[in-house]
């Protein structure tokens, strides 16, 4: 069992910047893969960043270029740098692990931008 704690949501100003963390309860070292996913009031949850085991890295359309999605193995922990912050990126900010086979969940995080 591994339990994900995300942190760094909060309130940002349009064009600002926030550090979402999710610090995993064990080592990340044999982790599949790691995703950063959001939901916004009334829509569905969609995929934002992915992390492979082997460090490749991808972003959604959306957040291309503003996004970027990192791993800290020492410290068991996922990172979301979000920069040039968009109103439209208001939402809750879940992490989700696969590791051996198995997925999950962090309780999310609330990020909300005002424009």
């Known amino acids: 069992q591994v339990q994900l704690v995300e942190s760094g949501g909060g309130l940002a100003q349009a064009g600002g910047s926030l550090r979402l963390s999710c610090a995993a309860s064990?080592?990340?070292?044999?982790?599949?893969?790691a995703n950063w996913f959001r939901q916004a009031p009334g829509k569905q949850r969609e995929l934002v960043a992915t992390i492979t085991s082997g460090g490749s890295t991808n972003v959604a359309d959306s957040v291309k270029g503003r996004f970027t999605i990192s791993r800290d193995n020492a410290k068991n922990t996922v990172y979301l740098q979000m920069n040039s912050l968009k109103s439209e990126d208001t939402a809750v900010y879940y992490c989700r692990i696969t590791i051996l086979g198995s997925t999950y969940w962090g309780r999310g995080t609330q990020v909300t931008v005002s424009s």
């Open positions: 064990r080592s990340i070292l044999s982790f599949n893969a």
